[in-house]
T-cell receptor, first 110, second 119 residues
């Protein structure tokens, strides 16, 4: 069965500090991993996906199949990064649903 | 606003009543998804449509739940005989699926959600 684990419910850092939001997954096939973000009073939106190998708003995430992880990182946190972050596992063949983790709230303090 | 819209945004009902939610996807999107999100959890998949066909339903979707997308545009999610455990945020998302595209996944755009409270 697919599962996504985000072990931290809350991560609090100071502005300018590095950030790492952890995500581990269990899936027997070739995964597609995503990070979604929800800012205060806004809707859930895609931040980045592993197949794009891109940096969005300074965030990067590398898929580590050996450790079954897809941690989200940013070298210098900004106050506007404060939000809920959800890691999601993409649909296997024959299914179209995303499997989400329980989310991590990132608080960036001034 | 050309994004996904959901109505109503909030619904308070008494246990045992029926409720219906509406989702209007992005106009050219052929796929539409319903998710449920409870406090402290991420969204959980309920069901999805490709055009008007309901192609998959989660085990979470009990027989009190029914979803339709009659013309392949907007969708409704009805909950009959609501229970307190149905209290949650109900999210709708849409995507454009292109057969033969480079990936089996097409970005899902989410609506603002309908928050249901069952008293």
């Amino acid at each position: 069965a697919q599962r996504v684990t985000q072990p931290e419910k809350l991560l609090s850092v100071f502005k300018g500090a590095p950030v790492e939001l952890k995500c581990n997954y269990s899936y027997s096939g070739s995964p597609e991993l995503f990070w979604y973000v929800q800012y205060s009073r806004q809707r859930l939106q895609l931040l980045l996906r592993h197949i794009s190998r891109e940096s969005i708003k300074g965030f990067t995430a590398d898929l580590n199949k050996g450790e079954t992880s897809f941690h989200l990182k940013k070298p210098f946190a900004q106050e506007e990064d404060s939000a809920m972050y959800y890691c999601a596992l993409g649909p296997p063949p024959g299914r179209r649903a995303l499997t989400f983790g329980s989310g991590t709230r990132l608080q960036v303090q001034p | 606003d050309t994004g996904v819209s959901q109505n109503p945004r909030h619904k308070i009902t008494k246990r045992g009543q029926n409720v219906t939610f509406r989702c209007d996807p992005i106009s050219e999107h052929n796929r539409l998804y319903w998710y449920r999100q409870t406090l402290g959890q991420g969204p959980e998949f309920l069901t999805y449509f490709q055009n008007e066909a309901q192609l998959e339903k989660s085990r979470l979707l009990s027989d009190r739940f029914s979803a339709e997308r009659p013309k392949g545009s907007f969708s409704t999610l009805e909950i009959q005989r609501t229970e307190q455990g149905d209290s949650a945020m109900y999210l709708c998302a849409s995507s454009l699926f292109l057969r033969g595209g480079p990936s089996s996944y097409n970005e899902q755009f989410f609506g603002p959600g309908t928050r249901l409270t069952v008293l």
